[in-house]
């Protein structure tokens, strides 16, 4: 099993950056792979980047392509999502995931996927 707790969300103003991390338990995070979720307020929790293993693959949904950039460091048992030009729709609680996964490039975007789930952190942009 693995325990997720994110951390680094706060009040940004529009155009400006935050980065999140996700701290793993245990010592074979590197067997995960990770993704990053949010969910506003009546909103379904949506899909916002990936990471395989390796850190080799990502992927991200294209409301955040180009702005966002997940990576990772399992020597620390830490993904990050550097977010930048951030937007007020970008305003949710954002929460990492991870699944236990085989292959070091594969990577999933469903959130049915994922088996394990950190608590989340506030991310709210101000325009």
């Known amino acids: 099993q693995v325990q997720l707790v994110e951390s680094g969300g706060g009040l940004v103003q529009a155009g400006g950056s935050l980065r999140l991390s996700c701290g793993a338990s245990?010592?074979?995070?590197?067997?995960?792979?990770v993704g990053w979720f949010r969910q506003a307020p009546g909103k379904e929790r949506e899909f916002v980047a990936t990471i395989s293993r390796s850190g080799g693959t990502t992927y991200y949904a294209n409301s955040v392509k180009d702005r966002f950039t997940i990576s990772r460091d399992n020597a620390k048992n830490t993904v990050y999502l550097q977010m930048n030009s951030l937007k007020p729709e970008d305003t949710a609680v954002y929460y990492c995931a991870a699944v236990l996964m085989e292959s070091l490039r594969v990577v999933t975007a469903l959130h049915s996927d994922y088996d394990y789930w950190g608590q989340g952190t506030q991310v709210t942009v101000s325009s």
């Open positions: 245990g010592r074979t995070f590197s067997s995960y792979v």
